[in-house]
C-alpha cells in the first residue's frame, strides 16, 4: 500500500493541500511546470482559435465591401504624385468617378473661384484628346479632400450617391456655402 505525502500546489486560486503518493513526492517542481505548460498550450489554442474567427471576419467585410475605381499615379501631376498619400488618393478617385464627383458639393468656400462640384476641385477640364487638366486647388485644401475621403469611404460601404451628398451637405455646410449651384 503506498503512503501519501501532503504538499502545497502554487496557483491562482486559493491555497489548498492535495495529497500525493509518496514516490511522487519531491516531483512537485516537475509537476507544476507540467501543469503550467498545459496551461499555456491551452491558452495559445484558445488564442489561435480567436485569431482565426477574427481573421474570417475580416475577410469577409472586406469582401462585402464595394471595390472603388482608382485612376494609375502614372497619369497624374508631379505636384499629386508629391503630395500625402490621402490627397494622391483623392485625385485618383476623382479621375476615376467624375459621374458621382459632380454630385458631392465642396464647402470649402471654392464656389467664388468657379468650382461648382468637389470634381472641380481636382479637374478644371478635359481636353478634346481626353486628357485630364488637373486643378491644384485640392493639394492644399483639406475639406475638399475630406470630403472626397468620406465620399470613398461611404460608397465602399455601399451608400447611394444620394445619401452620401446628404452627408456631405450636413457634415460640412458649417464651414460655408456649397458650390453647387
Keep these: 500500500m503506498p503512503i501519501y505525502a501532503s504538499a502545497r500546489w502554487r496557483s491562482t486560486r486559493p491555497v ?9 513526492h519531491g516531483c512537485e517542481e516537475t509537476l507544476l511546470k507540467l501543469t503550467t505548460n498545459l496551461k499555456i498550450t491551452r491558452l495559445l489554442g484558445v488564442v489561435l482559435v480567436v485569431s482565426i474567427l477574427i481573421s474570417a471576419c475580416t475577410k469577409e467585410t472586406t469582401s462585402g465591401q464595394a471595390s472603388l475605381q482608382m485612376a494609375s499615379m502614372e497619369e497624374m ?5 508629391a503630395a500625402p498619400g490621402t490627397v494622391q488618393q483623392a485625385y485618383q478617385f476623382a479621375v476615376a468617378n467624375s459621374e458621382v464627383m459632380k ?14 462640384s468637389n470634381y472641380a476641385c481636382y479637374v478644371s ?3 478634346v484628346n ?3 487638366i ?3 486647388h485640392a493639394l492644399g485644401c483639406s475639406i475638399c479632400v475630406d470630403i472626397t475621403q468620406d465620399t470613398m469611404r461611404l460608397l465602399k460601404q455601399g451608400q447611394p450617391v444620394t445619401d452620401i451628398k446628404t452627408y456631405i451637405d450636413q457634415t460640412y455646410s458649417q464651414y460655408g456655402p456649397s458650390n453647387i449651384p
Design 16 to 24: 489548498e493541500t492535495r495529497i500525493i503518493p509518496a514516490h511522487i
Design 77 to 81: 501631376p508631379a505636384e499629386v504624385k
Design 103 to 116: 454630385q458631392i458639393p465642396c464647402y470649402c468656400g471654392c464656389g467664388a473661384m468657379g468650382h461648382t
Design 125 to 127: 477640364g478635359v481636353d
Design 130 to 132: 481626353g486628357d485630364v
Design 134 to 136: 488637373f486643378d491644384t
